[in-house]
């Protein structure tokens, strides 16, 4: 049996899991990580923030800069 212990997080790591919170967020980010394949975890983020203010957009119809 195999465990993880997590004894720190950088602050990528903090930055991303904060633009995933939304599970919105997260499958639409999941999905465009698996279209364009290998790629940074700062691209992933990049790519996490764009989507939460795109789902922002849709839902408030306010666009945030």
Same mark, same amino acid.
């Given at each position: 049996m *195999?465990?993880?212990? *997590?004894?720190?997080?950088t602050m990528s790591g903090h930055? *991303?899991?904060?633009?995933?919170?939304?599970?919105?967020?997260?499958?639409r980010t999941k999905a465009g990580a698996e279209k364009v394949g290998?790629?940074?975890l700062s691209v992933i983020v990049e790519m996490?923030?764009?989507?939460?203010?795109?789902?922002?957009?849709?839902k408030l119809g306010i666009t945030l800069g």
């Open positions: *195999f465990g993880f212990i *997590f004894m720190g997080l930055d *991303f899991l904060d633009s995933v919170r939304s599970p919105e967020v997260w499958r290998g790629v940074g996490a923030k764009a989507y939460g203010k795109q789902v922002i957009t849709e």
